[in-house]
Every structure is written in structure tokens, then in C-alpha cells.
């Protein structure tokens, strides 16, 4: 696309679409560049953390059994959700690339739609101006380094800022199939349910019309959907919830934070990076939603950023780290509209430097994961 071809977008489009795109190529580069001194593999920083599962997820698809060492679940593939997996998978075949090569554009062209599906959610409440503003935050937030790799969350991102642009249009219909690909792409999707059935409840009460609920009984099946399936792949019922407890340790806990918090305030010098990450984006979530209320979002928009909020205040080991901010969103969205001109050009520049930090810290140090 040249630039008389993005002129003629809009420029609550093009603007975040440029910005998006120099971020993930300036990534690129300074990884290539990094990797030439130190003698790496570019190929080995883009295949960490969960992008190997992925690639493995579309090549070898899901065990029939529980995966046990010693007697210990262990990890696999049950443990991810198939969109982003069969979309590697069938990319690679229509289009000739290596599903890691077909893996690298899906993530960077989701994340891309998701920049603009979010720009598109925000000019609905607001105006050009904020949407562009809240777009660029989003695209140089410091988990989006994540679109460099092989991961989900485009997709996602992109579902479901567009089906909450559909239930402010009164779209039932698509909101309800938006979500339920999102949920279908990963469990934190869920959270997209809550605005759902908040719209169905208030055009029932508003309009006695009950086409809206539509949207809350599509939504959820996706998840439903991975889980059933799951269970007679494998014949355990909760073959998702062990591999996700023994392989990674996860697992819900309303305790987890308010540890991590006790701990950093009794001795803040001997943790370590990853407490510091969750605790300090922890406030940063807590101090955007106020904001949010403040700003008074539409309360769909508010109800997902809270949903998608507490999912991961409770998810131990992982926490509100970057990676689930950026889930977050309606808190980036809550941050720009609120600050304007001098303060949001700090915002953006603070948000680059953590974008820097961020990926060389979880590019090259496997102690701090996404």
C-alpha cells in the first residue's frame, strides 16, 4: 500500500495503521540486529513461550491422551484453544509458507485488524481524534510485541472489539458469533460474555424485545464448544483445566495477587522482575478502570474491561501482566481519552519505552515470560 493509497483513508485509520506496522518492522530489526552480534537465531527468539505450542498445535494437532511424567500431567496442546492453530494450519497449505511463516502473518495481520477494530470502537462513543489517539497507544503498548510472534490474541482482540461495536450498533446477531470465535481462540474471550447479557438485560427492560439474547447464547460457545470436544478427544472430562494446572501451573485463585502485593510491600528489593511487572500493571489496570468509570464508557465497553480485568486478577501464575492488559483494553482506551496533548505524548513515550524493555526482557531473559 503506497502512501496515496493510505491518504485516502481516514486518518483515524491510517495513522494507527502506519504506526502499527513501523513498530512491528522497527521489532524486527533490532531483534535481527541483536541476534547478528550475539551470533542467535532470529527464527529462535520469533519460536518462544507459547508460539512453539502453536506451530505444534497446527503440525501435530492434540494428543488423544493426557500427556503424564511421572506420573504428573504434563504440558501439551490441549492446553490451546484451535483457531489461531487451524488457521496456521490451512494458511500453510493454500498459501505454500512453512506453518511457522503462515503463524508470523496471521499474528501480525490480527494484530493490525484488532488496532483498527479498536479505533473503530472508540470513534462510535467518541470522535476521530480519541480513536486515533487510542489506537496508537494500543499498537506501542509494551505487550504488543506479541504480534511479532506466533500468538492469539489478535484475533481475539479483533473479535471482540468488533462484537462490542456491534452490541452499541444493536447487532445481536454478529455480536453473539464474534464472541463466541473469540472464545473459541482462547478462554480469556470470556470475559466478553458480561456486556452480552448486560445488552440483553437492558433491551429487554428498555424495548421488551428479547432478540438480543442472541448474543449471551452464542458467546460462550466457543469455550463450550473447545471443552466438549476436548472431553471426547481425550475422554477426560476436564482434559483443558489438568493440562493447563500441571504443565503451567495455572490455575484460578482470588488470593494470588493480594500475595504478590503482601510480599512487594514487605520487602519490594528481593523480588523479583515478574512481581514487579504484576504488581506495577496491576495498579496501572486498577487506576485505568477508575478512570474509565470516570470517563463514563459505555457500559458494554466497561463491563468487558472489567470482566477481562478480574479473569486475570485471578489467574495465578500469570496475573495482570502486559500481555493481559493489552486484553484489557477499554483501560489503554480510558488513558487516552483522558489525557490529553502534553500528557498523553508522555503516556505514549512511557508506553514505548516499556515496549522496548518488554520485548528485550521476555525476547532474551526466560525468567520473565509474556
Not at 500475595?259 to 506495577?280: M, N
Amino acid at each position: 500500500m503506497n502512501k496515496y493509497s493510505l491518504r485516502r483513508l481516514p486518518r483515524w485509520l491510517w495513522i494507527p495503521s502506519v504506526t502499527y506496522v513501523s513498530a512491528r518492522v522497527a521489532t524486527l530489526l533490532v531483534l535481527s540486529i541483536i541476534n547478528a552480534f550475539n551470533g542467535h537465531s532470529l527464527r529462535a527468539e520469533l519460536t518462544r513461550w507459547d508460539t512453539k505450542w502453536y506451530i505444534k498445535a497446527a503440525t501435530s494437532g492434540w494428543p488423544r491422551h493426557l500427556v503424564y511424567v511421572h506420573g504428573h500431567v504434563k504440558s501439551s496442546t490441549l492446553a490451546f484453544f484451535p483457531t489461531l492453530p487451524l488457521a496456521i494450519r490451512w494458511s500453510a497449505d493454500i498459501t505454500g509458507l512453512s506453518p511457522l511463516q503462515a503463524g508470523l502473518v496471521i499474528s501480525f495481520l490480527t494484530g493490525l485488524t484488532a488496532t483498527l477494530a479498536i479505533a473503530l470502537l472508540v470513534r462510535e462513543f467518541t470522535n476521530d481524534r480519541e480513536a486515533t489517539k487510542a489506537a496508537v497507544v494500543f499498537a506501542l503498548f509494551p505487550a504488543a510485541y506479541i504480534f511479532n510472534l506466533v500468538y492469539a490474541e489478535g484475533i481475539m482482540l479483533t473479535c471482540i472489539a468488533l462484537g462490542l461495536y456491534c452490541l452499541l450498533k444493536s447487532r445481536w446477531l454478529y455480536a453473539g458469533l464474534l464472541g463466541a470465535l473469540a472464545a473459541f481462540t482462547g478462554p480469556v474471550a470470556l470475559a466478553f460474555f458480561v456486556p452480552c447479557v448486560y445488552a440483553a438485560l437492558r433491551e429487554i427492560h428498555l424495548r421488551r424485545s428479547f432478540k438480543a439474547l442472541i448474543a449471551p447464547v452464542l458467546a460462550p460457545l466457543g469455550f463450550l464448544g473447545f471443552l466438549v470436544w476436548s472431553w471426547r478427544h481425550t475422554g477426560v472430562v476436564d482434559a483443558w483445566r489438568l493440562t493447563e494446572r500441571g504443565g503451567w501451573k495455572g490455575y484460578p485463585s482470588l488470593w494470588y495477587t493480594p500475595h504478590l502485593f503482601i510480599q512487594f510491600v514487605r520487602d519490594p528489593i528481593a523480588q523479583v522482575i515478574t512481581t514487579w511487572i504484576v504488581v506495577g500493571f496491576t495498579i496501572f489496570a486498577l487506576v485505568g478502570l477508575y478512570l474509565a468509570w470516570r470517563r463514563r464508557q459505555p457500559m458494554v465497553v466497561l463491563l468487558y474491561g472489567v470482566a477481562s480485568t478480574f479473569l486475570a486478577f485471578i489467574s495465578a501464575p500469570v496475573g495482570l501482566r502486559p500481555r493481559f492488559v493489552l486484553m484489557a483494553f477499554p483501560i489503554l482506551i480510558a488513558y487516552s481519552t483522558t489525557m490529553q496533548r502534553r500528557r498523553w505524548w508522555i503516556l505514549l513515550g512511557l508506553s514505548v519505552a516499556f515496549l522496548v524493555t518488554n520485548t528485550l526482557f521476555e525476547l532474551f531473559d526466560w525468567a520473565v515470560f509474556p
